[in-house]
């Protein structure tokens, strides 16, 4: 069995010219603001209307346009030898609201989607604002055409072939390539999550790391069975017993091209469960259904590790992917069982389904035994109570460091992957006491931060950092960059933190 072909991102190119003289392109998008007077065209707005020698405002005002980030108002064009790119067939008016980066990667996913289908479009809406604002407008150009499909005609929509960023007049490849870096990372993830558990196997997810590694140049150990039970990785043995496909462990390293004794580094953690029924402690038949998905926190380690290159990140970064699937079988873990983390920490297992933790738990150890890093970043589609804490449109973070958590957040903000920080109280500590064990497996409620203060006990006192993501791992609709299915949430905001000048800058503070 293999996947079929997917589609692809689009292709972009830099135009110093208005997007209504880019010659050879049938559709043409504009911005449109609000501003005191009702609307305002952006770069290339003025070019279009003596092109199309009509007036605009008197359009977009009967077609009620707003300007808001995301809306698109279509203006077709009939054939005609006297414009200067006579192939222009479609104009659309994109709003961008007040021009933020947030509101150009709203507006950039709303012109892929209206763009489907078409083989280029110019646009000048990525001059409008700052670096920033172009990167956000591509990664919404990408992140908005995503699709998946295992169809035996092939997908039922293609994105747009050609992006021109017109109305460019310096322009800057290195930034792009940032931009497509960051927005890829984005694809990557979400492919992965998306890709169905009859073949997505702990073997199979393995393999798919293994071959980013070698694109990326990165080193790559991959742990199969009989190597987790001798280096003493009881948990993710335990999770992965229940089926047919064994389970896994891969490490990535990333080192940067210039590295010394004083060069920062970061481990990152990501769940790595190919299919969760919730075990012996079986899921409803409903709660299923997405479960393809519980890996999305390993895909999202996999797409950074393979974009860090790219972005020529200063810092070393290890990633770890404990891979398993949950199932039901003969020799599958059950409720009472107690189980040996690596390093030798003890677990008694009262819910089969709070099989997540469990294998973090290992990898947690493992890499603050073996790796020394200086700070641990786990992320994973933890536990369904952070979606009744905040939703499905915001992630959860968990940390022991007030500087840590701060740079997260921020870059979180910047990529459009918001956080909440949540509490790791002292208070709930007595709940993970087992009267056999070092701790139960499912102590209760609140679970979010139950399950955070679990694993807080395997990160051998770094600097932590815990991003819950269960809340916002799937959009159960198209919204701006996010299409219905799994999201990839976290690599984005990862790859903008580890990234950024400092992401370690003031550590040390404990909360």
């Known amino acids: ?86 192939a222009m067939t479609m104009v659309l008016f994109v709003g961008v609201g007040d021009g933020t980066p947030a509101d150009l990667r709203r507006a ?59 109305s460019v007049n310096q322009p800057d490849q290195p930034l792009l390539a940032r931009a497509l870096a960051l927005a890829g990372a984005g694809w990557r993830a979400r492919m992965l999550a998306s890709v169905p558990s009859n073949l997505k196997t702990p073997q199979w997810l393995a393999e798919q790391a293994v071959s980013t590694a070698q694109q990326a140049g990165l080193e790559v150990k991959v742990w199969d069975e009989h190597e987790l039970a001798k280096d003493g990785f009881g948990g993710i043995l335990a999770v992965g017993r229940g089926s ?25 953690v990501g769940k790595g469960i190919t299919f969760d029924t919730g075990g012996l402690s079986i899921k409803p038949g409903q709660a299923m259904v997405n479960m393809k998905r519980d890996m999305t926190g390993g895909a999202v380690v996999i797409a950074v590790l393979g974009a860090l290159a790219d972005l020529d990140c200063p810092i070393r970064v290890t990633g770890l992917i404990p891979m398993a699937e949950n199932s039901i079988g003969g020799d599958a873990m059950r409720p009472g069982d107690v189980i040996t983390h690596y390093g030798g920490r003890t677990t008694e297992v009262t819910n089969t389904d709070a099989e997540g933790r469990l294998v973090l738990a290992d990898a947690l150890a493992y890499a603050a035994a073996k790796l020394a890093p200086d700070a641990l970043v786990d992320v994973a589609t933890l536990t369904g109570g952070i979606k009744v804490a905040l939703g499905l449109q915001i992630g959860g973070m968990f940390s022991t460091d007030d500087a840590l958590a701060a740079s997260v957040d921020r870059a979180a903000a910047a990529a459009g992957e918001p956080l909440w920080r949540m509490p790791l109280p002292e208070e709930y500590e007595d709940k993970l006491t087992s009267k056999i064990a070092d701790s139960d497996n499912a102590p209760g409620g609140p679970p979010a931060v139950t399950a955070a203060l679990f694993l807080q006990h395997f990160t051998g006192g770094l600097p932590w950092v815990h991003l819950d993501i269960a809340s916002v791992g799937d959009s159960l609709t198209e919204s701006y960059e996010w299409t219905a299915g799994p999201t990839g949430f976290g690599a984005r905001l990862l790859l903008r933190w580890l990234g950024s000048a400092e992401p370690l800058a003031g550590m040390g503070v404990a909360r």
């Open 1 to 86: 069995m293999s996947l079929p072909t997917q589609v692809s991102p689009p292709e972009f190119a830099f135009s110093d010219v208005a997007p209504s003289r880019v010659v050879g392109v049938g559709t043409v998008a504009v911005p449109v603001q609000p501003d005191e007077d009702g609307l305002a065209l952006g770069p290339g707005g003025v070019e279009l209307l003596e092109d199309l020698g009509i007036d605009g405002f008197d359009f977009l005002e009967n077609s009620r346009a707003t300007g808001r980030a995301g809306e698109v108002t279509a203006l077709p064009v009939l054939s005609t030898a006297s414009l200067v790119n006579p």
């Open 108 to 166: 950039g996913a709303a012109l892929a989607r209206h763009t489907k289908g078409h083989r280029s479009v110019a646009s000048s809406l990525a001059a409008v604002g700052d670096d920033e604002s172009l990167i956000a407008f591509v990664e919404g150009m990408v992140l908005g055409s995503f699709g998946f499909h295992w169809r035996s005609q092939g997908p039922r929509e293609l994105p747009v072939i050609r992006v021109v960023l017109a």
């Open 244 to 268: 047919s496909s064994p389970p896994r462990l891969v490490r990535l390293s990333y080192v940067p091209k210039k590295v010394n004794k004083r060069t920062p580094h970061i481990a990152l």
